[in-house]
């Protein structure tokens, strides 16, 4: 029988999120903020850092693997995923300013519309999930 998972909030914690990306604004996006927690569910992280690729210290994170250079809508990024505690953390940094990122906007728009739904829209959402990762 598998455990359930700690809240992300918790995990963030142990990870001692701040401690390392302190320097960088950070805003924790995706479904754990929104209190929806399915089996999808990453605890996605956005940096603003003038030059992505300085992000990560390999001497002093917690995360093992290395990061990965790509483009995104916002540009040119720096992007680190890595499983601990049960939950996948994705780091996502960019020279464009948290506030102005396509995430983060995404973000902000989901939790208007989850405010607007309400509960019976969040528990549709987890159960469309859970049967997506079901098939």
């Known amino acids: 029988m598998e455990s359930k998972r700690i809240k992300y909030c918790e995990a963030v914690t142990l990870v001692k999120l701040s401690r390392h990306l302190a320097r960088w604004q950070l805003t924790i996006t995706d479904t754990p903020p929104l209190e929806i927690d399915t089996a999808l569910s990453a605890i996605d ?6 030059d992505p690729s300085r992000l990560f210290d390999p001497s002093g994170a917690p ?50 519309l989850l405010s607007l739904g309400g509960e019976a829209l969040r528990e549709c959402l987890e159960a469309r999930e859970g049967r997506r990762h079901q098939n």
């Not at 992280?45 to 003038?50: D, F, G, L, P, S």
């Open 45 to 50: 992280i956005i940096c603003w850092v003038e």
């Open 63 to 112: 995360f093992r693997n290395g990061p990965v250079s790509d483009v995104s809508v916002d540009g040119p990024r720096t992007s680190h995923c890595d499983k601990m505690h049960r939950w996948l953390f994705e780091i996502l940094a960019s020279a464009v300013p948290v506030a102005d990122q396509v995430a983060v906007r995404h973000f902000l728009v989901e939790e208007s």
